[in-house]
Nanobody
Framework: QVQLEESGGGSVQAGGSLRLSCTAT????????MAWFRQVPGKEREGVAG???????RYADSVKGRFTLSKDNVKNTLYLEMNSLKPEDTAMYYC??????????????????WGQGTLVTVSS
């Protein structure tokens, strides 16, 4: 069973930066896709950035050019570098993973493993 632990959330002012980390308890270097999602109260969870199991990286349009996804396979850790943050980026951010699935940046209901979330607050 994969367990995911997120860290790195916090409060910043608009224009600031944060780096989120998601560490998995198993080797996710092959057969797994991983992704970051976010959710605000009253809205559905939305995909932010994803790493396909073949290595392709995808971004939601709302974060392209500002967020960068990367992975350290030695540490089994997925990173989300967030720059030029905006108040609308405020949300709980969740890490997700799934095995034998090509793409994790998809409908969140398809994914099997989730972290507990880390809160990002961006003030204007």
């Amino acid at each position: 069973q994969v367990q995911l632990e997120e860290s790195g959330g916090g409060s910043v002012q608009a224009g600031g930066s944060l780096r989120l980390s998601c560490t998995a308890t198993v080797d996710t270097s092959s057969r797994y896709c991983m992704a970051w999602f976010r959710q605000v109260p009253g809205k559905e969870r939305e995909g932010v950035a994803g790493l396909d199991s073949d290595g392709r990286i995808r971004y939601a349009d709302s974060v392209k050019g500002r967020f960068t996804l990367s992975k350290d396979n030695v540490k089994n850790t997925l990173y989300l570098e967030m720059n030029s943050l905006k108040p609308e980026d405020t949300a709980m951010y969740y890490c997700a993973a799934d095995i034998l699935r090509l793409r994790c940046l998809t409908d969140y209901r398809f994914l099997g493993h989730w972290g507990q979330g880390t809160l990002v607050t961006v003030s204007s």
